[in-house]
């Protein structure tokens, strides 16, 4: 770096390249805008715009009922929309006084692991793309599939999930749920197997670590101080996870390991998530365990016991009397809802995802606030790629799992 | 062991009475600092050995339009993840001259929230390296969270505020 002579603001002689790498670009996975000033390949200098989804869902969310704002959140980091959705609910619980059943909390934590690994998939696939191996991407893709089909039978949905209510789940897990979460668990056809492959094709290929070892690495401290949370902190050696650290949703009662990384440059980041996928897989076998240990009576419960607050499924609405009742209070605004602050966060799949919530009694929150993750740490991309090449900004940029809802909120 | 009442009770030797509206929300100490002494307050939380809650977790602002004369909230949270302690701690501000001392000389963080702060409810905070609007459009004239900017056409009657629990 020192060699390069650099000359003066303005001045004729001006020897570096200024180059506008988005909104709409192809190397840059969704709607970033980064000018970057190059002196050949090399970026002196970047600066990073953001805002161009933004959807002010902070102001919407402070004319929506408590069960409204889940749609918003599903749009916040759509990777991995069923995590925002728990983290709602939890948030909302938590304000409520609610507590859930252990059989609720163990769907939740298979439904948010599954949800962490369709995230880690996407990222990890995608530095591979970035990096010149497209064949990674469609390995793991057909697996996320399955992912989402699992979803499907429990919510309806795929991608933005909406998924889950305020108490619990909107109906049951059916058979056929479970059926397709041992497909995907599967040793020998599943995603054990595949993710198997995967490590095969990248962690120790020559091609993969020169590229990637060294690119973008951040020191802890300086992680710290901008704010990384999740995997990218993880990778450059701190072990702080908000599953450990303040367990929701009965974390507490899994093992896991929190894998850490030393330089926090691509390569460690990618080999944190790929560990991160092993110990989701983990504890999804668990908490499956742990559901299947459920019998009679018990096996049936899908929901906390607060007519208050859990909007009712809709067979019961129209066949029972006092579910119709709590149902129009809910819609109406009718329910008691507390006065107070409460913030609440969940390990996302990218980062510590918070959600500050101040109620004043009324129907609809006073203020929300969402802390993003990767809005957070996104400041720290410009220095990340300082110095390097452009094409490891490219991949800088994907190994950061930046997700632009998410962002721009 | 790290517990509110000593964080409380070291916080009052420092700053005495200055520190008020001592709160345990949902189980989160909660307190309010005079504007003058937001930086004062987060470097001491910084650097007391015992306290040591170096990492910004968030910070946003809130509106109180009812609040004469300290209308705007701006709202720190921080987190010891050694002893896994939270904080929140507040300043108020009046909405005449939202001055308030920017984080970013301690909190790298601070930047990118402290911009998105001043987008959404003009706090100005003062020493913030490129307090520029971040999410909204620059052309912008406007604070669009504060209260005063309805979501909604207030004039439809079917929408009633009375009709959703705020009359």
Redesign the interface.
């Known amino acids: 770096m020192s060699e390069h002579i650099l000359l003066p603001e303005g001045s004729l002689e001006k020897q570096t390249t200024t180059l506008n790498l988005g909104p709409t670009h192809p190397a840059t996975h969704g709607v970033f805008q980064n000018i970057l000033e190059l002196d050949g390949e090399r970026v002196m200098k970047a600066t990073s715009t953001v805002g161009y989804i933004h959807r002010a869902f902070e102001k919407i969310a402070e004319r929506r009922a408590l069960y409204q704002i889940t749609p918003l959140t599903d749009r916040l980091n759509y990777c991995s929309s069923p995590i925002n959705n728990m983290g709602w609910h939890l948030t909302c619980e938590k304000l409520l006084g609610v507590s859930t059943p252990k059989r609720v909390d163990y769907l939740r934590v298979i439904i948010m692991e599954l949800a962490r690994i369709a995230d880690h998939l996407i990222c990890n696939s995608i530095v591979g793309v970035d990096s010149g191996a497209y064949s990674g991407f469609l390995y793991v893709m057909q697996y996320r599939e399955l992912i989402y089909e699992i979803y499907e039978e429990v919510c309806g949905s795929r991608l933005t999930t909406n998924i889950g209510r305020i108490g619990g789940f909107e109906r049951n897990f059916t058979n056929a749920a479970f059926e397709k979460l041992e497909k995907f668990l599967d040793e020998k056809t599943g995603y054990p197997a595949q993710l198997r492959e995967f490590e095969k094709l990248f962690t120790r290929n020559r091609i993969f670590m020169e590229r990637t070892i060294g690119c973008g690495p951040i020191s802890a401290e300086r992680a710290k101080n901008y704010g990384f949370t999740g995997p990218n902190l993880r990778a450059a050696g701190i072990d702080y996870d908000v599953r450990h650290h303040n367990p929701y949703s009965s974390y507490e009662d899994f093992d896991f390991a929190i894998p850490v990384g030393t330089t926090g440059d691509c390569y460690d980041r990618f080999l944190v998530r790929n560990e991160e996928m092993w110990q989701s897989l983990s504890i999804i076998k668990q908490a499956y365990r742990k559901v299947q240990g459920f019998t009679g009576a018990e096996a049936d419960v899908y929901h906390a016991d607060v007519p208050a607050y859990y909007l009712p499924e809709k067979k019961d609405v129209y066949t029972k009397m006092e579910a119709l009742i709590y149902h129009f209070k809910i819609i109406m605004g009718e329910a008691d809802i507390p006065a107070g602050e409460v913030y609440h966060s969940v390990e996302g799949a990218n980062g510590e995802l918070g959600y500050y919530l101040i109620s004043d009694g009324g129907r609809t929150p006073y203020r929300l606030h969402f802390r993003r993750p990767c809005f957070i740490y996104y400041q720290a991309y410009p220095e990340l790629i300082q110095g390097g090449m452009l094409s490891d900004a490219v991949i800088t940029m994907s190994s950061l799992n930046l997700i632009a809802g998410e962002l721009d909120a | 062991m790290l517990t509110n009442e000593i964080i409380q009770q070291k916080l009052t030797e420092k700053f005495g009475d200055a520190l008020t509206q001592w709160e345990q929300?949902?189980g989160?100490l909660?307190f309010t600092a005079p504007k003058e002494m937001n930086l004062k307050v987060l470097q001491f939380l910084i650097d007391d050995q015992e306290l040591g809650f170096?990492?910004?977790?968030?910070l946003?602002a809130?509106?109180y339009p009812d609040n004469k004369g300290a209308e705007l909230a701006v709202?720190y949270?921080l987190h010891n993840?050694k002893e896994?302690v939270?904080i929140?701690f507040k300043v108020f501000t009046a909405i005449e001259q939202p001055d308030v001392f920017s984080a970013t000389a301690l909190?790298?963080?601070a930047?990118?929230?402290e911009r998105?702060t001043y987008d959404?409810y003009g706090v100005n905070f003062v020493g913030h390296p490129n307090l520029i609007?971040?999410?909204?459009?620059d052309e912008m004239d406007y604070f669009?969270?504060r209260k005063e900017y309805p979501?909604?056409d207030q004039t439809r009657i079917d929408k009633d505020d009375e009709?959703?629990?705020?009359g």
């Open positions: 929300p949902y989160m909660t170096d990492f910004l977790t968030d946003q809130v509106h709202v949270h993840w896994n939270r929140r909190y790298q963080s930047n990118f929230m998105e959404f609007r971040i999410l909204n459009v669009p969270l979501l909604e009709m959703f629990g705020r």
